[in-house]
């Protein structure tokens, strides 16, 4: 795994994240096949994976967001809340709420739990406050469990 420019960055101000061993592999290659078309996000999402704490799917916390994993989430700027289903990105829909985990907004949500708040950029570089409200181990979607 190459290690992101960014993570010498300081961590203390990011709230913890945690990500389960079995899509491990699976991220570090997505991040890796992104880097030369999206160095940025491909970073991010690099820096993302080294700062988590990586647990067995079986001990992921149901509050945590997961790829599969429903989660509502407050945008503290505009107070707009949003319930999206994290997917891969060949699952990603966004007429249907399936976000792709190679996205700005999925990076962020990446490992989060309910009640955290984080900061991200959005596409045309502004900043925003985002909070996760909620999450459901169901894709929201399709209604569906997620293993």
Known sequence: MTLPRSASRDTARR?????????????EALAEGAIRRNP????????E???????PMAKLPPY???????????????GQEKTVTLVFPEDADI???????????????????????????????KR????VLRVDPHDAAEGQKVQ
Do not use: F, K, M
């Open 15 to 27: 709230p913890r994240i945690i990500i389960g061993a079995n899509c491990l592999d699976r991220l």
């Open 40 to 47: 940025d996000l491909a970073d991010r999402l690099l820096d």
């Open 64 to 78: 945590v967001v997961a790829i599969g994993r429903a989660v509502t989430y407050r945008d503290e700027t505009t």
């Open 128 to 131: 925003r406050v985002l909070t």
């Open 49 to 55: 994976i080294v700062r988590a704490r990586i647990v």
């Open 95 to 125: 007429a249907r709420g399936r976000i792709s985990i190679l996205t700005p907004i999925g990076v962020a949500l990446i490992g989060l739990a309910e009640g955290a708040s984080l900061h991200w950029e959005i596409r045309d570089g």
